[in-house]
C-alpha cells in the first residue's frame, strides 16, 4: 500500500474515507499477522498505513469541528 497524500484524502467524502479507514486497519492487521509468522518483506509499510490512518482520522475531525463552528454560527 503507497501513502497516500492528504490532498487526495481531502477530495474523498467522508464515506470514502470512512471506508478507507477501515481497510488500512484491516490491512494493519493482516501485516501484523504476516509479521509475526515472518512473511512480511517490507516492513516500512507498517510506517505508510500509520501515517496515512492518522491523516485520515485528522481530516475527519476537522471536518467534524468545522460542522460544529458552523452549526453554532448559526
Given at each position: 500500500?503507497?501513502s497516500?497524500y492528504?490532498?487526495?484524502?481531502?477530495?474523498?467524502?467522508?464515506?470514502e474515507?470512512g471506508?478507507?479507514?477501515?481497510?488500512l486497519?484491516?490491512?494493519m492487521?493482516?501485516m501484523?499477522?504476516?509479521?509475526s509468522?515472518?512473511?512480511l518483506?517490507d516492513t516500512?509499510?507498517?510506517k505508510k498505513?500509520?501515517?496515512t490512518?492518522a491523516r485520515?482520522?485528522?481530516?475527519?475531525r476537522?471536518?467534524?469541528?468545522?460542522?460544529?463552528?458552523?452549526?453554532?454560527e448559526?
Amino acid at each position: 500500500m503507497a501513502s497516500i497524500y492528504s490532498a487526495e484524502l481531502r477530495a474523498m467524502s467522508d464515506d470514502e474515507l470512512g471506508d478507507k479507514l477501515e481497510e488500512l486497519k484491516q490491512d494493519m492487521l493482516t501485516m501484523r499477522l504476516n509479521y509475526s509468522i515472518g512473511e512480511l518483506t517490507d516492513t516500512s509499510e507498517f510506517k505508510k498505513s500509520r501515517r496515512t490512518i492518522a491523516r485520515i482520522e485528522t481530516i475527519l475531525r476537522q471536518r467534524q469541528l468545522a460542522a460544529q463552528v458552523a452549526s453554532e454560527e448559526s
